[in-house]
């Protein structure tokens, strides 16, 4: 029998504040379900971080019910049952004792029971908390449970339930890490840093891309993770300015960069997620150290300027104000820092963002901005830090900037950073990755 992955006092300690934030909303949250990508056969199961966060049930196509209008039992889970045939075939499953007793589940019930019993348990309610648009299975059972409350309103004595999104509520809890979580998150980030490190040491001109996604995965699963978090990025040279590039799998070229991004993913899915860029052969041209030591100072201040109070914007903007002023001393831009940040004239060169929350999703939950507010950054809090320059004839020059002279192009660099807001500043949780130039050579 498999053991829970997290501390059950942690997820009852959740789901009491999720169910006080719910006021007297009943919310379904269902898992995610098994996904095939060619015939029969499935992906590797991925729960849902949102049913994870608050269940720690890792078996696909439940549904869990948090029902603070009931003076008792306000956590239900609808679970596949005990079926020693089905087990045989796909591996232990909990049923609906282990939902109880593994997972503090007040009841449990087979799944497929929720059609007829999720009317009775919504009756009452004050609202139905449920993300429409991204459960196709659950969701008709949703809103026929709805519908019937709404029909029967005028006689039931219950007031006509409103639809709410529980996203809001969840995802303020999510966006906060307990010291529980980024001991975890300091985990991915110590398995994701030691890869990267040895990536540095095995890549020489003529090797695979797809053999440093190699050496990298493997240290991830041979240190316990479940795999990468998200399609390792392995680019040599012009390969590194497709920001989404994994098809890893052209030959390393000396005088080119090669760019690395990758993360591992830990059994209870919380994730790393690091960007280094150094040069294949060892050695920087004039070029690529120019470009990158001003990505490297931009991402230094932008790390430096994650403490509480700052905003993601602010990180951002501290980023771009550094690439700016290097562009154009440089002379791949021309005109001033302010006038060229207000006209976006340096996105031909630098077209991301500088970060994202980072947490059992690897673009993790958590509004940015909420109205004109952009959300300021408070301890616990974990953001990456990740500017980058990418020099290619993919984008337009903009009207008035500089043509850009083939010597630069084919130069991709990135550096990202896991950052978790502190008191009072910052902690790097993955300081360990190497990015000095000096390290970066050989
Ligand atoms: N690896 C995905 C990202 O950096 O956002
Ligand atoms: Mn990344
Ligand atoms: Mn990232």
Redesign the pocket.
């Known amino acids: 029998m498999p053991e829970p992955l997290i501390d059950p006092l942690l997820l009852a300690e959740r789901r009491g504040r999720f169910l006080r934030q719910l006021g007297g909303a009943a919310a379904v949250i269902p898992a995610a379900p098994l996904v095939t990508h060619h015939a029969d056969v499935e992906h590797a199961f991925r729960q849902n971080s949102d049913f994870w966060y608050l269940t720690g049930f890792d078996e696909p196509g439940a549904v869990a019910l948090f029902l603070p209008h009931r003076s008792e039992n306000p956590f239900v889970l609808f679970v596949e049952p005990k079926d020693p045939g089905a087990e045989v075939w796909n591996g232990f499953r909990w049923g609906c004792e282990g939902a109880v007793a593994g997972f503090g589940a007040d009841l449990a019930h087979p799944r497929s029971e929720l059609a007829e019993r999720l009317g009775g348990y919504l009756e009452g309610a004050e609202g139905i908390a449920f993300r429409v648009g991204r459960h196709p299975e659950v969701e008709p059972l949703v809103l026929k449970a709805w519908a019937r409350q709404l029909d029967r309103a005028p006689r039931s004595g219950h007031a006509a339930l409103g639809l709410v999104a529980p996203c809001p509520l969840l995802h303020e809890l999510r966006l906060r890490k307990s010291p529980e979580e980024l001991l975890r998150l300091r985990e991915a980030a110590r398995i994701s840093a030691e890869a990267h490190e040895l990536a540095r040491q095995v890549v020489r001109p003529g090797l695979n891309e797809r053999q440093i996604q190699a050496v990298i995965e493997h240290h991830f699963l041979e240190q316990g993770a479940r795999g990468p978090a998200?399609g390792s990025?392995v680019a040599g040279g012009d390969n590194a300015c497709v920001l989404h590039y994994t098809a890893n799998n052209a030959a390393l070229r000396p005088g080119d960069l090669v760019l690395i991004?990758?993360?591992c993913s830990l059994g209870d899915y919380y994730n790393g997620?690091?960007?280094r860029t150094f040069p294949i052969n060892g050695r920087f041209s004039g070029e690529q150290r120019a470009l990158y030591e001003l990505v490297l100072a931009a991402q230094e201040a932008a790390v430096a300027a994650v403490a509480p109070g700052q905003t993601a914007e602010g990180v951002h903007d501290t980023a771009v104000r550094v690439l700016v002023a290097g562009l154009l001393e440089l002379g791949l831009l021309v005109g001033t820092v302010d006038g060229v940040i207000e006209q976006g004239a340096f996105r031909h060169l630098y077209m991301h963002r500088t970060g994202h929350w980072l947490g059992l999703d690897?673009h993790d939950v958590g509004a940015y901005r909420l109205g004109e507010h952009h959300v300021e950054l408070e301890p616990g809090m974990v953001l990456?830090v990740?500017p980058g320059l990418y020099v290619s004839d993919r984008l337009a020059v903009p009207e008035g900037q500089p043509a850009i002279d083939d010597r630069w192009k084919g130069i991709g660099i990135?550096i990202?950073d896991d950052v978790a807001v502190s008191e009072h500043g910052h902690e790097n949780l993955t300081a360990a990755a190497l990015k000095a130039p000096v390290a970066m050579e050989r």
């Open positions: 998200y990025i991004d990758a993360g997620d690091i960007t690897v990456t990740e990135r990202e």
